[in-house]
């Protein structure tokens, strides 16, 4: 395989640094995309800083547009971006469902749209989703987060099938709580002993997104605390 060219959304938030310092670190060249990152985000070779807001068609077309112009191809897709909030369904507002729809699942629709005609041109390609492991099941309070992150899982196995035999494959990680700095800050009682590193889910994505992974599709793989042995 050539040098592999790779897409990470949410680059630069609590999980995302993780997944982008352990692509760069793997050799990777990595495409770091959000509404706000910067080339000085990431200070390495590698790393291309390219703004864009997902949440919206016309700027997740240019952006992969972009991508395809500069390097000619996307091998692999790392959707991390998503968002969180909680609160009763029935206090739940307009403007507060409509956020967790576009932030967890719409930005996943319109970057896949994106990628997925190139990488079946190219008959390649890898992608991860970062979902929940609140995707699962019901939980209170949770209502529009756990819906869209459900839905989220559910468009992802519909890809892998759809694309099984073109090379690409599909898959979603769900992580439990994470130990990253919102987490502490929003939960300061709770242990975060007890929490998932962000380091180990970006392992186990990257391990997904190699090249010698093409046997495991439409997984929705659990990422949990180590325990004690």
């Known amino acids: 395989m050539p040098e592999r060219v790779v897409i990470i959304t949410g680059a630069k938030g609590g999980l995302g640094t993780y997944v982008t310092e352990t692509f760069l670190s793997a050799g990777t060249t990595v495409v770091g995309v959000s509404r706000s990152i910067r080339q000085a985000d990431f200070p390495h070779p590698k790393f291309v800083a390219m703004a864009a807001d997902l949440t919206k068609a016309a700027p997740t077309r240019k952006l ?4 395809l112009a500069k390097f000619g191809r996307v091998d692999s897709l790392i959707h991390v971006m ?18 967790m ?3 967890n699942l719409t930005s996943a629709f319109n970057i896949l749209r994106e990628v997925l005609p190139p990488m079946r041109q190219f008959g390649y390609g890898r992608i991860v989703a970062v979902g929940s492991q609140a995707a699962l099941e019901a939980h209170p309070g949770l209502a529009a987060y756990t819906t869209f992150k459900t839905a989220l899982a559910a468009l992802i196995g519909v890809v892998a099938i759809e694309n099984n035999n073109h090379g690409i494959t599909a898959n979603v990680v769900l992580p439990g709580t994470m130990d990253t700095p919102a987490n502490r800050a929003a939960m300061p009682n709770v242990d975060p ?26 997984a929705m793989i659990p990422v949990l605390p180590q325990t004690a042995t």
Do not use: C, Y
């Open 64 to 67: 992969v547009q972009d991508v």
């Open 82 to 99: 998503g968002g969180f909030a909680a609160g009763p369904l029935h206090e739940m507002d307009d403007a507060a469902w409509e956020n």
């Open 101 to 103: 729809r576009d932030l």
């Open 193 to 218: 002993a007890s929490w998932v590193s962000p380091k180990a889910v970006a392992e186990v994505i990257l391990s997904l997104s190699e090249h010698n992974s093409g046997h495991i599709t439409g």
